[in-house]
């Protein structure tokens, strides 16, 4: 405990940018342990598919939960708070979940022709528990991380550190980021591939790091990430 009155918003703070630079380590060694895990999946090391997907899974969230949890037991008093959703912040989800799908497949049209949406071709009974353990991972444990670390965590911690006329670029630092980190993270084996990832989480990144930038709440972030991941989801599945 400390009787140190907290740094005000928008002045430079060694704490904050302590906490900054920890956040960037947990998405580093992140994206060194996916690397590592497709690797040993490369070479046969992990044969169960099941197994690989919660290898890589854990590879990416270990990391990030870790550096989460550092800096929330330094200064996370009230995020659980703003984990609420209101009205407001449902429609504004279900507007981002739109726009966003319709730029994602515009873009994919544009590049490659197709929208990129059809169900994943599969050569007899696709693996449901393959299937269902992927889409929990994607439809619901990585929005909520992913938007906790970035929008949550990141995003306010660097507004903090800006002037108020300075702040919305957190917002563009933190999508911009948010985006990189799908480049590496992302299982894009093209050039086109990365592109189109890039850019779509870039806009997904902007458009969610607005919502929480204007509600102070993540909430809506949370709803629209879900939303966004799982219609893709639905509009894979093997059928």
């Given at each position: ?75 996370g ?38 929208t990129?949406?059809?169900p ?26 992913e938007?906790l670390?970035?929008?949550?965590l ?10 108020p ?33 890039f ?33 893709a ?7």
């Amino acid at each position: 405990m400390t009787t140190q009155p907290e740094q005000a918003a928008g002045e430079p703070s060694t704490a904050r940018q302590r906490d900054l630079v920890a956040l960037l380590i947990a998405l580093a060694v992140a994206v060194a342990l996916t690397r590592i895990a497709s690797a040993l999946t490369l070479r046969g090391a992990v044969p169960s598919p099941v197994a690989q997907v919660l290898l890589g899974d854990a590879a990416v969230w270990v990391p990030l939960v870790l550096g989460a949890v550092w800096v929330l037991a330094r200064s996370g008093r009230g995020t659980l708070g703003r984990f609420r959703v209101e009205l407001g912040d449902l429609v504004f989800a279900l507007g981002i979940v739109i726009v966003v799908r319709v730029f994602d497949v515009v873009l994919s049209l544009a590049l490659t022709g197709s929208t990129g949406l059809a169900p994943v071709p599969s050569l007899g009974t696709p693996d449901v528990g393959l299937l269902v353990v992927s889409a929990i991972g994607v439809v619901l444990v990585s929005p909520l991380l992913e938007e906790l670390f970035f929008r949550g965590l990141f995003q306010r911690l660097l507004a903090d550190e800006l002037t108020p006329r300075t702040r919305w670029l957190a917002v563009l630092l933190t999508a911009f980021l948010f985006a990189l980190s799908h480049l590496f993270l992302g299982s894009a084996t093209t050039a086109v591939g990365g592109f189109q990832v890039f850019l779509t989480t870039f806009v997904l990144g902007v458009l969610t790091g607005t919502l929480v930038a204007m509600t102070d709440r993540i909430g809506g972030a949370v709803v629209a990430h879900v939303l966004f991941n799982a219609v893709a989801v639905v509009a894979t599945w093997p059928r």
